[in-house]
């Protein structure tokens, strides 16, 4: 499982309580490594026992009070033991693959309107990536961890490209209306 590494990650980017995790989840980790709230912070109290991240000490009483967490030495060799594993691509499962699969054999009356509402939500998604690029990555930033992190959003863009694509070809390639098969 990855949600630990990704939030080895992200503590090792920028030590941070849960709250603040989550929000960094939900603007950036989360785009290609999604996870609700309470994995996190349910992840959290895993690694602190394990102890690869402790709390940082605070100022003030811890009643009511955020943690701050930081990733301790066994936390980032674990992450640096994980980054250097094998792992074999994994394969793809999209439930609109799966219904357009159904819709060769029951017939798929509306599916162009699902394709077309995809579509869209690439589009945005798109719009999305590349603003951030914009706004992220300029030239002068060059640095390897910006190049490696450019990369990943990168990654990002030419899947959103890649379904734009493919959705466009579908859509071409069906009738508006979604017709039955025939029957064989």
Known sequence: MSLPHAILTALLEKPSSG???TRR?????????????????????K????GQIRALPSAQPA???KKEYEVLPAGRAALSAWVALREDPKQIRDPLLLRMRAAAVVGAPGLDAELRRHLELHRKQLAEYLAIEGRDFPPERNS???RL????????????????GWLTRALDGIPATGSSPSAG
């Open 144 to 146: 390897e961890e910006d």
């Open 19 to 21: 709250l603040e995790l």
């Open 25 to 45: 989840f939900d603007r950036s980790i989360g785009y290609f490594w999604s996870s609700t709230h309470q994995q996190i912070y349910r992840e959290l109290g």
């Open 149 to 164: 992190r450019h990369l990943v959003l990168r990654g990002g863009i030419d899947l959103e490209n890649f379904w734009i």
């Open 63 to 65: 009643r009511g009070q």
């Open 47 to 50: 690694l602190e026992q394990a």
